[in-house]
């Protein structure tokens, strides 16, 4: 683990009051790697034509679908799905009364009641068991800002088997938004997500923390108490072997990193540059946007919503030698596909499967879709108005795109009726799974007062 970096001032501060963009654009041309803009090839005759099909399950509790980004744009308030080794699923959601986990069969069906994690909320990440589930998620804590702890939470049998707080008065941070993620190796938990400085260097101050969690709770040695500061957006693969692979977007630093087992200090790989600053990155990384698939061969790749750099140079007044300062090419967030040769080292320059600054791309996805394949997806806004980073418009679909490991068109565009409210889950045979809220968005306001709730859920498939 390196030494944190030093916070900011305190003028510049995450805020809570809303977090970060959410909003559509419509897909056009794509690019060829290493180009700025890849002319696509055609999709060949064996194309699958991407079909997805869903199945309705009945909530027991309310659901409130809808979350309030930067400048209160609307966003889908995240949904886990996760398929245990015998290949059942459970997907967690939250409710008044806690973060439930719904259990379903492999064919999505409901297979018991949910169980309910009393005293929680936000959906942070999901590990499905055989047995049950772990789950990052918030708790509630005593501290200076009367703040939420992160904590992970272990269901085994039907009740909790052990709670294992991951911020206190001991480590001097909160967790009051989560944007995490969770995953597992099979012999222990890695948990990445945003933290609040509650005394000492960081006080007041927003980063990042990284840690590992045995299977029966204990906290384990590695990862890091502060790292990407401020981060907007964090993504994790877990690795059999030393540090899981993990990036941040950074909005001092102003782009995506490498914080792989080096909590992203000030070398830290820059996969993109980008203005990052609250608001201005393309959604909540990885619970919006994101995401990060490894290949057969040890290659990586993640998806996001990109405005571009026209230009990036260090900030000359900035003393740290930490800031940057980047002009972003586009208003609106553009689809970018960018790749890792392995779990430290970014490999060339970003892929853009869309070109229509009039459009803004949001919800921006990516998951494994077979040996040699990647699905990416967004949701599109055209006639996008921008201001401050965040954009409205009028909802025009969620697309579905396969493209390969090189970043060549495998299908042109698909638009679906289903959406992508949060993670995607790849079963044994290769097909894809999720869970999403059975309405069609629209992000031609801010959200102002209480969401809308639903009581389902629709369980998508989409097969290989």
């Known amino acids: 683990m390196t030494s944190a970096p030093l916070p900011r001032s305190a003028a510049h501060r995450r805020t809570h009051a809303a977090r970060k963009p959410l909003i559509g654009g419509l897909a056009a041309a794509g690019l060829l790697a290493g180009a700025w803009y890849a002319t696509a090839g055609a999709a060949t005759p064996a194309a699958p034509a991407l079909k997805v099909t869903a199945t309705a399950v009945t909530l027991p509790a309310k659901f409130p679908y809808l979350s309030a980004g930067y400048n209160n744009t609307r966003e889908w308030t995240r949904t886990a799905t996760a398929v245990a080794p015998n290949g059942t699923l459970r997907v967690a959601w939250p409710a008044a009364d806690g973060v439930h986990v719904t259990p379903l069969t492999s064919a999505g069906k409901r297979a018991g009641g949910d169980a309910v994690v009393k005293g929680t909320k936000e959906v942070g990440g999901l590990v499905a068991h055989n047995d049950g589930f772990a789950l990052l998620t918030r708790v509630a804590d005593t501290n200076k800002w009367k703040e939420t702890a992160a904590a992970l939470v272990r269901f085994s049998g039907g009740k909790e088997a052990w709670r294992t707080k991951l911020t206190g008065t001991a480590s001097k941070d909160t ?244 959406r992508i409210t949060g993670d995607i889950a790849a079963l044994k045979d290769g097909s894809l799974t999720w869970a999403y809220v059975p309405v069609t968005p629209s992000y031609a306001t801010a959200l102002n007062g209480a969401s809308p709730t639903t009581a389902s859920l629709r369980i998508a498939r989409l097969a290989l």
């Open 175 to 418: 967790s009051p938004t989560l944007d995490g993620q969770l995953t597992w190796n099979g012999t222990k938990y890695g948990a990445y997500f945003v933290v609040h400085g509650a005394g000492g260097f960081a006080d007041g101050h927003f980063g990042d923390k990284l840690s590992y969690i045995g299977s029966k709770g204990a906290k384990l040695s590695g990862g890091w108490g502060w790292g990407c500061s401020h981060n907007e957006g964090i993504a994790l693969h877990a690795e059999a072997t030393g540090a899981f692979t993990s990036l941040c977007f950074d909005d001092w630093r102003s782009g995506l990193f490498v914080s792989t087992g080096i909590g992203a200090p000030d070398n830290a790989p820059a996969v993109q540059r980008e203005q990052c600053w609250a608001g201005y990155c393309g959604g909540t990384y990885a619970s919006r946007t994101g995401d990060l698939v490894k290949s057969s061969t040890g290659r990586y790749a993640t998806a996001y919503g990109s405005r571009g750099a026209a230009s990036a140079k260090k900030n000359p007044d900035d003393a740290s030698g930490r800031g940057w300062t980047v002009k972003p090419r586009w208003n609106t967030h553009q689809v970018a596909v960018s790749f890792l040769k392995n779990r430290n080292s970014p490999a060339g320059k970003a892929i853009y499967l869309t070109n229509a600054p009039g459009t803004e791309h949001v919800n921006v996805r990516v998951a494994p879709y077979g040996k040699d394949r990647l699905l990416v997806s967004w949701e599109s806004l055209k006639n996008a108005k921008c201001a401050s980073g965040t954009c409205t418009g009028t909802f025009t679909g969620t697309h579905l795109r396969l493209i390969d490991w090189n970043g060549a068109f495998k299908t042109p565009d698909k638009v679906v009726q289903a």
